[in-house]
């Protein structure tokens, strides 16, 4: 029998190398200031969540949820009797949003073009990241001192389901195929939840980050970007909870975004800066830039129509030494979204 052609090996690793998926090159990305945003009061913050095709964003503030028109950078509405907001999640085909009341261990929901309250939910103690998954069309809000997920039909607003974490959790994505994924900030763990089943299916731990917060996901190359206190970026893979790559980040992180057009991955850092990572494969990534935005700016949102960056943040007063609550305040008139572009 006529034995095969033999093929070289340059000739089997080019065709192996065109086997993989392959990121088109770009140039290095710097960001720099482009607007800021006055904000009207001087309570605290949480989430900030955009929704791009309203060009609105959603910045909770304590007892209500300012929302803007992110293009003209004016209010446009508030939601209220959110006494204690964390996050909001929004199902825009449904019509509605969804705000997680910490101090009231309620879920408020809302007419997302009217920003009016259409009925309130009960949950857990202290609900804090609140996410919405389409498959299903249920709601998961995060549960922080009852370390659990309440699991509410979108469409009803009725409670479908508890669902335990066994640990604090943090900020939480969705996959768009019917898992929903969330960091467990006291165990350094990242689990993957079966959106369906309402079961934990996979438990990860993040070593060697601690304390995750923030989580990002990229849909496409089934990569999970956990953002730790530890000062790093853990790039974990969705499908086997391997740790692909980690990453040196800013102190203070409390929130990550992916950009799947410009394949980047962001961190805000409470110590003032913005970490912007380059996603170079699946697997390998690299700082290319670090920008100074203002201290306390932990939280921000990524607008993927212009790939800008919002970043909220205040000036503070230190306590009086001795002071009982030892806590800086907010100094009044500000609180602003700081806006951040590519150049």
């Not at 446009?76 to 006494?83: A, D, L, P, Q, S």
Request: overall charge neutral; charged content about 20%; aromatic content about 6%.
């Amino acid at each position: 029998m006529q034995s095969a052609p033999r093929i070289g090996s340059r000739l089997l690793l080019a065709l192996a190398l065109s086997a993989l998926p392959v990121l088109s090159l770009r140039a290095e990305t710097a960001y720099q200031p482009a607007r800021k945003i006055a904000l009207t009061g001087d309570a605290g913050w949480d989430y900030l969540t955009l929704d791009p095709a309203s060009r609105r964003i959603y910045v909770t503030r304590g007892t209500k949820v300012d929302v803007l028109d992110i293009d003209k950078g004016e209010l446009v509405g508030e939601i209220t009797g959110t006494n204690g907001v964390h996050g909001v999640a929004l199902a825009p085909e449904l019509g509605r949003g969804f705000a997680s009341n910490g101090r009231e261990n309620t879920v408020t929901i809302f007419d997302l073009k009217t920003l009016k309250s259409i009925g309130t939910v009960k949950t857990g103690a202290n609900p804090d990241a609140i996410i919405y998954e389409p498959m299903t069309k249920r709601v998961f809000a995060f549960n922080g001192r009852d370390k659990n997920s309440t699991v509410i039909a979108a469409e009803s607003g009725e409670v479908v389901g508890t669902i335990a974490v066994g640990g604090k959790p943090e900020f939480a994505v969705v996959d768009g195929k019917g898992q929903v994924f969330v960091n467990v900030e006291d165990t350094n763990e990242l689990l993957a939840i079966d959106a369906k089943g309402m079961t934990v299916t996979s438990r990860w731990a993040l070593a060697p980050g601690q304390e995750p917060t923030g989580l990002a996901i990229d849909a496409t190359g089934q990569r999970l970007f956990a953002v730790c206190h530890s000062k790093h970026l853990i790039v974990v893979d969705a499908k086997s909870g391997r740790v692909v790559s980690q990453v040196p980040i800013g102190a203070g992180v409390d929130a990550a975004e992916y950009d799947a057009a410009t394949h980047t991955v962001f961190t805000s850092n409470g110590e003032g800066t913005l970490s912007v990572i380059r996603q170079e494969s699946p697997d390998s990534y690299r700082v290319i830039e670090t920008v100074n935005t203002q201290k306390g700016g932990r939280t921000m949102a990524l607008d993927p129509k212009t790939h800008h960056v919002f970043v909220i943040a205040a000036q503070y007063t230190p306590a009086a030494e001795g002071a009982a609550n030892p806590r800086p305040t907010i100094q009044p008139g500000s609180v602003q979204l700081l806006e951040f572009a590519p150049k």
